[in-house]
């Protein structure tokens, strides 16, 4: 279970890294149904972690015939090509980056972000965490890492709560921080939201480029 846990966490600190759900959940709640708003989208955003993570660990398991000895080829080779999966994107992201002096482009759906309501808040955490192309690599990536190391039920269970709990720390502690007092905490998140807006594309490439060599070193030495 050690390796396991040494496998996923810098994945699941690369999922916990991703700027655009940190700024989300941050206008969130700064929006009228903030409270109700950014507690359903943290959960969404821990369902589907937990769902894509559990789904690839039962499905590889069985498939690469792993064991304690190790990953078998089969998982190492998928290693490898998530690996490049996650260098494309870290070039896509690096492409996409504002020019010096240009203003971020932020996604059109922030731009509605104040009116959502809870249900669709938890909707949106579940996308971003279990369907956004980043995020949906990592995902798959930690899957891969706990299923093909050979862990019983249980210790594969533990390891996925690990995972789920990195990955979704920097969103669950703007909300609890929030809750607990608003009027300290809201400057230092208009702050952090800014910050996040200007420097999104160059945190994300840089931290999808380390992750992609480190997955597909980890692919290449099981081989």
């Known amino acids: 279970m050690g390796q396991a846990i040494g496998d996923i966490l810098p994945i699941a600190l690369g999922v916990a890294i991703s700027p655009m759900p940190i700024m989300a959940v941050i206008l969130m709640l700064m929006s009228p149904?903030?409270?109700?708003?950014?507690?359903?989208?943290?959960?969404?955003?821990?369902?589907?972690?937990?769902?894509v993570l559990t789904v690839v660990t039962l499905v590889i398991g069985p498939a690469s015939g792993s064991d304690s000895s190790g990953p078998s080829p089969v998982a190492s080779i998928i290693k490898i090509?998530?690996?490049?999966?996650?260098?494309?994107?870290?070039?896509?992201?690096?492409?996409?980056?504002?020019?010096?002096?240009?203003?971020?482009?932020?996604?059109?759906?922030?731009?509605?972000?104040?009116?959502?309501?809870?249900?669709?808040?938890?909707?949106?955490?579940?996308?971003?965490?279990?369907?956004?192309p980043k995020n949906l690599t990592l995902c798959l990536a930690g899957g891969v890492a706990i299923g093909s190391v050979g862990l019983d039920a249980g210790q594969a269970a533990v390891v996925i709560v690990i995972f789920v709990l990195i990955g979704s720390c920097t969103v669950a502690i703007p909300v609890i921080a929030f809750l607990a007092a608003q009027k300290a905490v809201q400057p230092k998140l208009d702050e952090l939201r800014g910050w996040l807006g200007a420097h999104n594309a160059a945190v994300m490439s840089v931290l999808l480029l380390v992750i992609g060599v480190t997955i597909i070193g980890k692919g290449v030495a099981g081989l």
Not at 94 to 118: E, F, N, S, Y
């Open 33 to 51: 149904r903030g409270r109700g708003a950014s507690v359903t989208f943290l959960l969404g955003w821990v369902l589907g972690i937990a769902v």
């Open 81 to 132: 090509v998530l690996g490049v999966l996650a260098l494309f994107l870290a070039f896509r992201q690096w492409r996409g980056r504002p020019k010096p002096g240009q203003t971020p482009q932020l996604p059109k759906w922030m731009a509605a972000i104040d009116k959502v309501t809870p249900a669709k808040a938890f909707g949106l955490g579940a996308l971003l965490s279990g369907i956004n």
